[in-house]
């Protein structure tokens, strides 16, 4: 078991849409053997806000757009990739994706830089000590200065960075990257299909300037002693307590330094790592399997609604056929066809070990954040959730059909779709999301899958979050002054929504001992 939990690499790829996010996951899955030909992952991939695209793709997949999980063998390691969806709109998905991978490999794109949507990401993997590399791409076209943008890594992701490749110039007279890590020099033949051409090269030998010329070969080596006397020596333990983030240069598209990436992730990135539960901390070697429920897909299948739970093994070896303790429900479970996935394909298995994902059939029986374990009464701390950032009342548009939009709702929270708040003032139901994509998903879903029809009522809300406090006297007198904007989230916690920034700052200012959580994990 030890053997198989050390060579198990669980990650995910995140980016600001266009990035590169998509291709180069698609590099890392032709190195694993696992597809042929490029474009196989491509059609993870909605750009515009519209249902219609999102509901083709579903279609296509026969899974939701979201995350699904790739998995391939490399070097005699087993690769996990968590892919998490393209579209902003589904951020919450990717936030949660995270809490399952021991890693994450961030990908940025020379030109831009750090953009809003990995800054968040990257919140996400501070918060959870998650040990980053980042891949800076498109180094086929011209971008920033390297030194800039490391300097910009550093400041807008807080972490340190140590640039373990250096490129040689960029855009048009890009030539390559040296790999400091190894020691060699990659040279970059444009080619959008083979191999690079890799030379050995001793960084002060001439044997550079025949391979660069002179006038580059000069700047690398002075860039080089610039990297060293700035940047700290390369620590693994350093990168896996979260504490640096390595960089690579490339360019995805050209498959250029995505070999030298994936071979240095398997060498350093952690395998599985203990799970923290409200009880205990699990540690993966454990020989009792437990693992949590991280994210459910639906089938889009209106005769019959079956979902897909994705499990993350935290410990012991998960088996077919075998019942286990689904501890919200207090109940043994068994499942007959847990399946693991591959892009497009899913298949059946009959064991998984820690750090990997399997998928279980799901009619109805779990909800986001659900333990299972081989009989203990174990709780995993639960998901976060983000405080939403665009919020509508839901109404019943079809009174005849209240029960089915109920429980349609119900599921589609279960499954992280959004979230619920009710309203304790008028008993309004009000979903929150962190983009209008979802409106559009809920609404849909709720019409195919339910049979129920909503209807969507503006609401002006800024933020919703969640409070508390030691003092129960002064959040009594918050609860009361504030009665018409108080909300109870779906666990019963108290929510408080502010209708403006000028409101929130001013309750906090008024209410010093009333803690106000953006993230619902405290
Ligand atoms: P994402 O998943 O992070 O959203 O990004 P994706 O991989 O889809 O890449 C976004 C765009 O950037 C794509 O172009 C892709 O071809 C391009 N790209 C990715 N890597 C590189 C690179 O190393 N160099 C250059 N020059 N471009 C790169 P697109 O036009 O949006 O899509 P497509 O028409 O190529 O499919």
């Given at each position: 078991?030890?053997?198989?939990?050390?060579?198990?690499?669980?990650?995910?790829?995140?980016?600001?849409?266009?990035?590169?996010?998509?291709?180069?996951?698609?590099?890392?899955?032709?190195?694993?053997?696992?597809?042929?030909?490029?474009?196989?992952?491509?059609?993870?991939?909605?750009?515009?806000?519209?249902?219609?695209?999102?509901?083709?793709?579903?279609?296509?997949?026969?899974?939701?757009?979201?995350?699904?999980?790739?998995?391939?063998?490399?070097?005699?390691?087993?690769?996990?990739?968590?892919?998490?969806?393209?579209?902003?709109?589904?951020?919450?998905?990717?936030?949660?994706?995270?809490?399952?991978?021991?890693?994450?490999?961030?990908?940025?794109?020379?030109?831009?830089?750090?953009?809003?949507?990995?800054?968040?990401?990257?919140?996400?993997?501070?918060?959870?000590?998650?040990?980053?590399?980042?891949?800076?791409?498109?180094?086929?076209?011209?971008?920033?200065?390297?030194?800039?943008?490391?300097?910009?890594?550093?400041?807008?992701?807080?972490?340190?960075?140590?640039?373990?490749?250096?490129?040689?110039?960029?855009?048009?007279?890009?030539?390559?990257?040296?790999?400091?890590?190894?020691?060699?020099?990659?040279?970059?033949?444009?080619?959008?299909?083979?191999?690079?051409?890799?030379?050995?090269?001793?960084?002060?030998?001439?044997?550079?300037?025949?391979?660069?010329?002179?006038?580059?070969?000069?700047?690398?080596?002075?860039?080089?002693?610039?990297?060293?006397?700035?940047?700290?020596?390369?620590?693994?333990?350093?990168?896996?307590?979260?504490?640096?983030?390595?960089?690579?240069?490339?360019?995805?598209?050209?498959?250029?330094?995505?070999?030298?990436?994936?071979?240095?992730?398997?060498?350093?990135?952690?395998?599985?790592?203990?799970?923290?539960?409200?009880?205990?901390?699990?540690?993966?070697?454990?020989?009792?399997?437990?693992?949590?429920?991280?994210?459910?897909?639906?089938?889009?299948?209106?005769?019959?609604?079956?979902?897909?739970?994705?499990?993350?093994?935290?410990?012991?070896?998960?088996?077919?056929?075998?019942?286990?303790?689904?501890?919200?429900?207090?109940?043994?479970?068994?499942?007959?066809?847990?399946?693991?996935?591959?892009?497009?394909?899913?298949?059946?298995?009959?064991?998984?070990?820690?750090?990997?994902?399997?998928?279980?059939?799901?009619?109805?029986?779990?909800?986001?954040?659900?333990?299972?374990?081989?009989?203990?009464?174990?709780?995993?701390?639960?998901?976060?959730?983000?405080?939403?950032?665009?919020?509508?009342?839901?109404?019943?548009?079809?009174?005849?059909?209240?029960?089915?939009?109920?429980?349609?709702?119900?599921?589609?929270?279960?499954?992280?779709?959004?979230?619920?708040?009710?309203?304790?003032?008028?008993?309004?139901k009000i979903i929150g999301t962190?983009?209008?994509?979802?409106?559009?998903?809920?609404?849909?879903?709720?019409?195919?899958?339910?049979?129920?029809?909503?209807?969507?009522?503006?609401?002006?809300?800024?933020?919703?979050?969640?409070?508390?406090?030691?003092?129960?006297?002064?959040?009594?007198?918050?609860?009361?002054?504030?009665?018409?904007?108080m909300a109870k989230d779906r666990?019963?916690?108290?929510?408080?929504?502010?209708?403006?920034?000028?409101?929130?700052?001013?309750?906090?200012?008024?209410?010093?001992?009333?803690?106000?959580?953006?993230?619902?994990?405290?």
């Open positions: 078991m030890n053997q198989e939990i050390e060579r198990r690499r669980t990650f995910a790829i995140i980016s600001h849409p266009d990035a590169g996010k998509t291709t180069l996951t698609e590099k890392l899955l032709l190195f694993g053997g696992q597809i042929q030909v490029a474009g196989a992952v491509k059609n993870n991939k909605i750009k515009k806000s519209a249902t219609s695209d999102w509901m083709e793709i579903e279609k296509q997949r026969g899974i939701s757009v979201t995350t699904s999980v790739m998995e391939f063998d490399y070097e005699g390691y087993k690769v996990n990739i968590l892919d998490t969806p393209g579209h902003q709109d589904f951020a919450e998905d990717t936030f949660r994706t995270l809490t399952a991978v021991d890693s994450a490999i961030i990908v940025v794109d020379s030109a831009k830089g750090v953009e809003n949507q990995t800054r968040k990401l990257m919140t996400v993997c501070r918060m959870r000590k998650t040990p980053v590399i980042i891949y800076i791409n498109k180094m086929d076209r011209e971008g920033r200065d390297p030194f800039d943008l490391l300097d910009e890594l550093e400041q807008e992701l807080q972490i340190k960075v140590r640039p373990l490749s250096w490129p040689i110039n960029q855009g048009q007279r890009f030539k390559g990257v040296y790999n400091i890590y190894e020691q060699k020099l990659n040279l970059f033949t444009p080619d959008k299909q083979h191999i690079t051409k890799k030379v050995e090269v001793d960084i002060n030998s001439d044997e550079l300037e025949n391979q660069v010329g002179k006038i580059d070969a000069e700047k690398l080596r002075e860039d080089l002693e610039m990297v060293d006397g700035v940047y700290d020596d390369f620590n693994r333990t350093n990168y896996l307590d979260a504490e640096v983030a390595p960089v690579f240069f490339g360019s995805a598209l050209n498959n250029f330094g995505v070999k030298e990436l994936l071979d240095c992730f398997v060498e350093i990135a952690p395998s599985p790592r203990p799970t923290q539960a409200e009880e205990r901390l699990i540690v993966p070697e454990e020989s009792k399997f437990t693992g949590f429920i991280f994210k459910i897909t639906a089938n889009i299948d209106p005769n019959h609604r079956s979902c897909i739970a994705f499990c993350k093994i935290c410990s012991g070896k998960f088996t077919r056929n075998t019942p286990y303790f689904h501890v919200r429900q207090g109940k043994m479970v068994r499942f007959s066809s847990p399946t693991q996935f591959m892009a497009q394909r899913k298949s059946t298995i009959d064991e998984a070990w820690p750090g990997d994902i399997v998928g279980l059939p799901d009619n109805g029986i779990f909800k986001i954040g659900d333990t299972l374990t081989a009989g203990e009464d174990l709780h995993f701390r639960g998901l976060p959730s983000f405080s939403p950032e665009m919020f509508k009342y839901i109404e019943n548009a079809d009174p005849m059909k209240t029960k089915q939009l109920n429980r349609g709702i119900e599921q589609l929270m279960d499954e992280g779709v959004a979230q619920l708040f009710v309203n304790q003032f008028n008993g309004r962190v983009g209008q994509l979802q409106f559009e998903v809920i609404q849909y879903r709720l019409e195919n899958e339910y049979n129920a029809k909503c209807r969507w009522e503006p609401i002006s809300l800024y933020k919703a979050c969640w409070i508390e406090s030691d003092d129960e006297a002064e959040l009594e007198k918050f609860k009361q002054r504030k009665y018409q904007y666990e019963g916690r108290d929510v408080f929504l502010a209708d403006s920034g000028y409101m929130l700052t001013m309750a906090q200012q008024d209410f010093e001992h009333i803690k106000f959580h953006f993230t619902s994990e405290f």
